[in-house]
T-cell receptor, first 111, second 116 residues
Framework: EDQVTQSPEALRLQEGESSSLNCSYTVSGLRGLFWYRQDPGKGPEFLFTLYSAGEEKEKERLKATLTKKESFLHITAPKPEDSATYLCAAAGQGGSEKLVFGKGTKLTVNP | DAGVIQSPRHEVTEMGQEVTLRCKPISGHNSLFWYRQTMMRGLELLIYFNNNVPIDDSGMPEDRFSAKMPNASFSTLKIQPSEPRDSAVYFC??????????????FGNGTRLTVT
């Protein structure tokens, strides 16, 4: 069964304190690894898609990387407006077209 | 682009009542998804349509849940009769291609359902 596990569940940072969020996945034949940001009361907002190990993508203070078993979301010099829940999801080739989501990491950046 | 539009944003109902949630996907997107989000279980896929045809409904909890997509611009998720354990946030999402081909999903802002 495809699985996605995110850690930590919650993370508190001071403004400017860089860190990384982890997403471990077990899927048959990865088609895509997705990162989303979710603000309270809103739907998840798409950030990145990664397709193969070694791939990296950047957007402002965020950089996503992918290995054969994990993905990391690196946050450089975060600001309070980066506070949100970050969700990871994986799509595999194992006969199902479901996108399996992790439970997310709730990030709080204090000024 | 207006994005995925869901209605209502909030729904409070009593146990046993029928609930209908509505969704308008992004124009030109071929796939539509209904997800349910709770603190305990996170985001769970309920049903997935491609070109208005249900492809995978294995996540629909039981016969009380049904979903339709009569055309490319509208879908409904119905719960009849509703139960307190159905309380959750229900999201609709759409994507340009079939789910397994790496196209990102674009989500609406959800319907918060409370069943008392």
């Amino acid at each position: 069964e495809d699985q996605v596990t995110q850690s930590p569940e919650a993370l508190r940072l001071q403004e400017g304190e860089s860190s990384s969020l982890n997403c471990s996945y077990t899927v048959s034949g990865l088609r895509g690894l997705f990162w989303y940001r979710q603000d309270p009361g809103k739907g998840p907002e798409f950030l990145f898609t990664l397709y193969s190990a070694g791939e990296e993508k950047e957007k402002e203070r965020l950089k996503a990387t992918l290995t054969k078993k994990e993905s990391f979301l690196h946050i450089t010099a975060p600001k309070p407006e980066d506070s949100a829940t970050y969700l990871c999801a994986a799509a595999g080739q194992g006969g199902s077209e479901k996108l399996v989501f992790g439970k997310g990491t709730k990030l709080t950046v204090n000024p | 682009d207006a994005g995925v539009i869901q209605s209502p944003r909030h729904e409070v109902t009593e146990m046993g009542q029928e609930v209908t949630l509505r969704c308008k996907p992004i124009s030109g997107h071929n796939s539509l998804f209904w997800y349910r989000q709770t603190m305990m279980r996170g985001l769970e896929l309920l049903i997935y349509f491609n070109n208005n045809v249900p492809i995978d409904d294995s996540g629909m909890p039981e016969d009380r849940f049904s979903a339709k997509m009569p055309n490319a611009s509208f879908s409904t998720l119905k719960i009849q009769p509703s139960e307190p354990r159905d309380s959750a946030v229900y999201f609709c999402a759409s994507s340009r291609d079939r789910a397994g081909f790496g196209s990102p999903l674009h989500f609406g802002n959800g319907t918060r359902l409370t069943v008392t």
